[in-house]
């Protein structure tokens, strides 16, 4: 039988009896469930409730299921370590790679193994909760270190440290910017402070910049973390920054002046050197995983890391996919803002 504190499974289905076995299945290992019979409707359902887990086909009349991950990637980052898990009777490895590609956790093939369902479903709400467990507790010692960050002494110890960073408060406003931020921000190339708002010069960045900024201080005022990355990058040529931003809750009225937002800004693409033995160690990856992650922090693109470390572009993909598990990403972007400032965030806290 479900209860109140079962995991709950939206499962995206439009054949409608195919729909209701999954349904029942689920309700007898002891999960809650909603169902759509599309994409659209799917969306009306996560509006309302958020799931634990998507478990969606691909063919579908309408927002099929490759759109419906799109959208589910790009207007709900609250939801970025929801698993989301294709049910489809495709299986050409070029669809595989597609949606894993899109930030897809696994596929089950049609017809249903219900057994390997269940099994796939348990494997990833419990990769979900080693990955919370994990990032919960680097949360809460940045949160720690922040929170009494505004208006003391202690700011001046920011300045010491070369990642750039940025405090904001509950309205967006600035309330620090240590020197390597207000460096980068007198050179104008990549990162504004200007009225008091961070901004970005490029108009496509600035509004990506914002969108997130606006879209953290949501999470922070409802109490929730959130990390995300955008990439300004700067109009003469390609070098970028990555710049990783996080939602500071805090439990109970915080008080005007206290830091809502972090924002962590990279060195520029030219200057970036991650280190490959501390991601190992950080994230737990693999030293061909460690290898990939530091070449797409250089800048480089999945096919041009695949021709540099001579492999193929499927195993640059299968990498790329335990990359987004162990780091809780979902997006490229928000993997290589967390490879290049994650790593000196944690280390100089």
Do not use: W
């Not at 909760?129 to 700011?155: F, N, Q, V, Y």
């Not at 010491?160 to 190339?189: C, K, P, Q, S, Y």
């Amino acid at each position: 039988m479900s209860g109140p504190d079962s995991a709950l499974i939206l499962v995206v289905e439009d054949e409608a009896a195919l729909r209701a076995d999954i349904v029942e299945e689920l309700h007898e290992a002891g999960y809650r469930t909603c169902a759509a019979s599309d994409g659209r409707i799917a969306l009306d359902l996560l509006s309302q409730t958020p799931p634990d887990l998507v478990l969606c086909d691909i063919t579908m009349p309408g927002l099929d299921g490759y759109g419906l991950l799109s959208a589910l990637r790009e207007k709900r980052p609250d939801l970025a370590a929801t698993p989301f898990v294709f049910l489809t009777a495709l299986s050409e490895p070029r669809d595989v790679i597609e949606g894993k590609l899109m930030g897809a956790d696994d596929y089950l093939v049609k017809p249903v193994d219900y057994d390997l369902m269940l099994a796939t479903i348990a494997a990833r709400l419990r990769q979900v909760d080693r990955i919370r467990s994990r990032h919960g507790g680097e949360m809460e010692r940045l949160h720690r270190t922040l929170s009494g960050l505004s208006g003391g002494g202690a700011e001046q110890a920011l300045d010491l440290i070369t990642l750039g960073i940025v405090l904001l408060d509950g309205d967006g406003r600035v309330l620090h910017a240590n020197r390597a931020a207000r460096a980068m921000a007198a050179e104008g190339d990549f990162v504004t402070l200007t009225r008091g708002r961070i901004g970005a010069p490029e108009e496509i960045c600035d509004r990506a910049l914002r969108q997130t900024v606006a879209g953290a201080l949501e999470a922070a005022r409802a109490g929730s973390e959130q990390v995300s990355g955008v990439v300004l990058q700067r109009a003469a040529d390609t070098i970028s920054v990555s710049a990783l931003v996080c939602a500071l809750p805090h439990a109970g009225d915080p008080g005007a002046s206290a830091p809502r937002i972090a924002v962590f800004l990279s060195p520029p693409a030219c200057e970036r050197r991650a280190s490959e033995p501390l991601l190992m160690k950080l994230f737990g990856l693999t030293p061909t995983e460690a290898r990939v992650a530091a070449a797409l922090a250089g800048g480089g693109r999945p096919s041009e890391v695949a021709s540099a470390l001579e492999i193929s572009q499927t195993t640059i993909a299968f990498h790329m996919r335990n990359l987004f598990q162990k780091t809780g990403t979902n997006r490229q972007t928000d993997l290589v803002a967390l490879i290049l400032a994650g790593p000196m965030m944690i280390d100089t806290i």
